[in-house]
């Protein structure tokens, strides 16, 4: 089942900047058009032969490099020990040499096998590949993910762009609340992950059109790399890999496609401009089962209107994974929930209808499990802050209540869960922090955005307020736009289809003239777009001599991360280096530099450790 803890909550508004954050990296590398023509073409039921060489490319390549850099998973080591800082010092074209040498004659390097803790006591595997191999699976991944949207259920929401928990939910509340399916099939997969079948996955990959021997070739032998410690697996997709969340979801999509062909994608001989022109017609015309699908990773639900219909469904599901996907159901936990009597679970959401004057309408709460393990989470933390002592831990406390409330927002019960959360932890709130409690707190922007109104106890830690567990109200869950898409100009979010001000031909010149590490020439890029184009000194246009400054030298310890460094033009560059008075006084003859801008320039200077250039300008 789809797993969720304290790490996933706190993550929840950073992974919806990163999708966001991808399209504008997409176009740095002027992979947009060719992932849009994937798209397209995907639609209309083409076959795809040549998407090794797509792959290989040497935008796709820095593509992959400059979307999993920021990743917390990339600062992780494999068995090789390298992570994403051995590459960022890596020369440009050495790192694009490397990954396309590897791709050539592919073979996976040992995959380094870790266990994660559960809240029931149990261990989940995780499988971490060697940073190498998981900048390939990226670069695989940007290619392939276009197809396969084309292809994929419309209510599947789980690891795909744009998709949430909160659209999932949405959608389950709305086939209780408006089109009255109180009947709930819950089906529980045992060890999805590593139960897929290779040759299957395979299979189901040619059939959605990725039909490159090159590309099927090297998935294959991704699938069967060695995990340390363990050998070579005949089965099962490794949680941690970066294309594993893909590859799920193309083996469970021809389930999604055999359940939603028998009501849902029915199809019939007319042509209806909306579903429920075509459910009606069904359901005065024909005998089908009205039954309707949501789907997250691997956790998925049937909504029926007749107990009958999910007596069937659940017995045909069962023996439909046994005999296509050789997949066995937790008999245990799978079951069948009329929603009007007792509670069904999703994604850490308890769901239930009350009756309302004459309609039964859906309530939500956290589940107990996750109610017990906010509280542990929240122990936890309390604990090490007390012991540590510093801003730090305290500001990590923020983030974990601050990532449980977004998450759990969109219960419409949320805020009774969390007013038992706080009077749970009353007591050891009291206790952990008797001792380091400060009677002055700074309220962090996102404190004043978000409680504010507060008018219950808080507690002060080494001078910073720390945000009120019981202070949540409830935010509606929006269902998902079909109409948004990363693959079509229509469907892009309007902040990443317009750059602010920056030029494509500059953008395209840098992409053909790398210069330094990878590192240095990827936030190169990203400078220019955060600049808005412009010299941050002078304000003027960046042209093509357009230069990178390191605002601490390497001389004296400077790196190549984005902090340090700004985007300038070649003149002003020179101005901030430039010691012999002569050489200062000719630049400054043929180009007139206000005050303000001798100033910023002066700020520089003095940072490399330069002297000042007096000027009457």
Not at 173 to 191: L, P, S
Not at 471 to 485: G, H, Q, W, Y
Request: with cysteine; net charge positive; glycine share 4%.
């Amino acid at each position: 089942m789809y797993h969720t803890d304290a790490k996933d909550f706190i993550k929840a508004s950073k992974r919806k900047t990163l999708k966001k954050t991808i399209l504008r990296y997409n176009e740095y590398y002027q992979m947009q058009t060719i992932f849009d023509n994937l798209y397209k073409q995907s639609q209309q039921g083409s076959a795809f032969h040549h998407l090794y060489e797509i792959i290989t490319s040497q935008e796709n390549i820095l593509l992959a490099y400059r979307s999993i850099k920021r990743n917390d998973g990339s600062k992780t080591s494999g068995t090789n020990r390298h992570n994403i800082h051995y590459w960022e010092k890596q020369n440009v074209e050495d790192y694009i040499s490397y990954m396309q040498d590897r791709l050539e004659n592919f073979q996976p390097m040992p995959i380094r096998r870790v266990e994660i803790p559960k809240s029931n006591g149990k261990k989940r595997p995780l499988g971490i590949p060697c940073i190498e191999d998981r900048l390939i699976q990226q670069a695989i991944k940007q290619v392939l993910e276009p197809i396969c949207e084309a292809k994929f259920f419309e209510h599947s929401y789980g690891f795909r762009p744009n998709r949430s928990t909160e659209n999932a939910l949405a959608y389950a509340v709305k086939k209780i609340n408006i089109d009255k399916c109180y009947f709930v099939v819950d089906i529980d997969i045992k060890g999805f992950f590593d139960n897929v079948n290779h040759g299957k996955l395979l299979k189901q990959l040619y059939t959605i059109g990725i039909q490159d021997k090159r590309v099927l070739s090297i998935i294959s032998k991704m699938l069967k790399a060695e995990i340390k410690g363990i050998g070579i697996p005949d089965k099962g997709v490794p949680q941690g890999g970066i294309l594993s969340p893909l590859l799920a979801n193309v083996v469970l999509n021809e389930l999604d496609q055999w359940i939603t062909s028998q009501w849902q994608n029915f199809e019939t001989k007319n042509n209806f401009s909306f579903p429920q022109n075509k459910y009606r017609h069904l359901r005065a015309k024909s005998k089908l089962k009205e039954i309707y699908l949501v789907r997250y990773a691997d956790e998925f639900k049937i909504f029926c209107k007749k107990k009958e219909d999910a007596h069937k469904i659940f017995h045909a599901v069962q023996q439909w994974l046994k005999e296509r996907l050789s997949l066995e159901i937790s008999l245990e936990k799978s079951k069948i929930t009329d929603v009007r009597k007792s509670s069904s679970e999703f994604l850490g959401f308890k769901i239930r209808a009350y009756k309302k004057k004459k309609k039964w309408i859906a309530r939500t709460h956290m589940t107990q499990k996750a109610q017990d393990k906010a509280v542990s989470t929240i122990k936890e933390q309390l604990e090490v802050m007390k012991k540590s002592n510093c801003v730090k831990e305290v500001m990590n406390y923020n983030s974990i209540i601050s990532g449980l409330h977004n998450y759990y927002k969109i219960a419409t019960e949320v805020n009774l869960d969390f007013t038992k959360i706080h009077y749970k932890l009353l007591t050891c709130l009291k206790q952990k922090l008797k001792s380091i409690r400060t009677k002055k707190g700074y309220k962090t922007e996102e404190y004043h955005k978000k409680y504010e109104k507060y008018k219950g106890k808080t507690y002060n830690v080494k001078g910073i307020t720390l945000y009120p567990i019981a202070c949540i109200k409830t935010n509606r869950p929006l269902l998902f736009n079909t109409e948004k898409s990363n693959y079509t100009k229509e469907g892009r979010n309007i902040l990443h289809k317009e750059l602010n001000g920056t030029d494509l031909e500059i953008l395209n010149y840098m992409k053909h003239h790398p210069t330094g590490t990878v590192e240095l020439n990827d936030n190169r890029m990203s400078l220019y777009s955060a600049q808005r184009g412009k010299d941050p000194i002078t304000g003027n246009p960046l042209i093509e001599s357009l230069e990178v400054h390191h605002i601490l030298p390497r001389s004296q310890g400077g790196q190549d991360n984005y902090e340090n460094l700004i985007l300038i033009n070649d003149n002003t560059h020179r101005l901030i280096h430039v010691v012999n008075s002569d050489m200062i006084e000719y630049y400054l003859r043929y180009r007139t530099y206000p005050k303000k801008v001798i100033d910023k320039i002066n700020e520089y200077r003095m940072k490399v450790g330069n002297e000042r250039i007096m000027s009457e300008r």
